[in-house]
């Protein structure tokens, strides 16, 4: 292991993955605690993700969050912009040739 890599306590690390059922994402997020890394899968399904997760974000600035969705996510088309709070990243699906690896 790297000397420059920290061991991260696990019960600080959050998987959720949302459904049309299952949306309510400030009630996910308020069973959180300080410095906690939070995967968020399927966030489209959340209404006023965005802005909730500004505001968490504006709140506990030491933990994590990284939210994924397989429908495309607009996080600048409304009035509370997460710009400057997060670094987008456009993953591709794998190819055959990459499946097959």
């Keep these: 292991m790297n000397k420059n890599h920290h061991k991260i306590n696990p019960q600080k690390i959050l998987f959720y993955e949302f459904s049309k059922l299952s949306t309510n994402l400030t009630n996910i997020l308020e069973r959180t605690s300080q410095g906690s890394y939070i995967f968020l899968d399927e966030i489209q399904y959340c209404k006023n993700w965005r802005d909730i997760l ?25 009035k509370e912009s997460l710009l400057g709070r997060f670094i987008p990243l456009d993953l591709k699906p794998l190819n055959f040739q990459e499946y097959l690896y």
Excluded: H, P, Q, W
Aim: charged residues 15%.
């Design 54 to 78: 500004k505001e968490y974000y504006d709140t506990n600035i030491t933990g994590r969050i990284v939210f994924s969705g397989s429908a495309t996510l607009s996080y600048t088309s409304t």
